[in-house]
């Protein structure tokens, strides 16, 4: 937590991971908490968020879709609210070359905002 004698900012995050597999679908789920202790004009403050997600996938072959739901909760800084809530849908089809080389392609639904397609290429992880 804060220590006015070390005016360095803290940041911590507490989550929780669930996942399960049946029939070649995958169920990926978290939550997570974080908490940011810093210096504000009044003295300390701390601002804390919560955001969470769910992701359903399926595998054929080298194919792989997926829709995921996320939703960040409004930031507050001692109770009080300083930035909106935000919710997200994703849907998306990935090929996987190799067991770690996917090329991604997403079409990516943002609260007020337009849809954006989304593509990644990722290699070794």
Known sequence: KYDPANPDFWVSAEALSLQGRYKGMQLLTEGVLLSQDFQDT???AT???KAMYAELSG???????AVRWGYTADAT???ASVSGHQRIVT????YWFTPTIPVKVALVFRQ??????ATQAAFGF
């Open 42 to 44: 009044g003295g300390p």
């Open 47 to 49: 601002q804390k968020r």
């Open 59 to 65: 595998r054929v072959e080298s194919w792989e879709g």
């Open 77 to 79: 800084v001692d109770g």
């Open 91 to 94: 849907t998306g089809i990935d």
């Open 112 to 117: 007020g905002m337009k849809a954006r397609l």
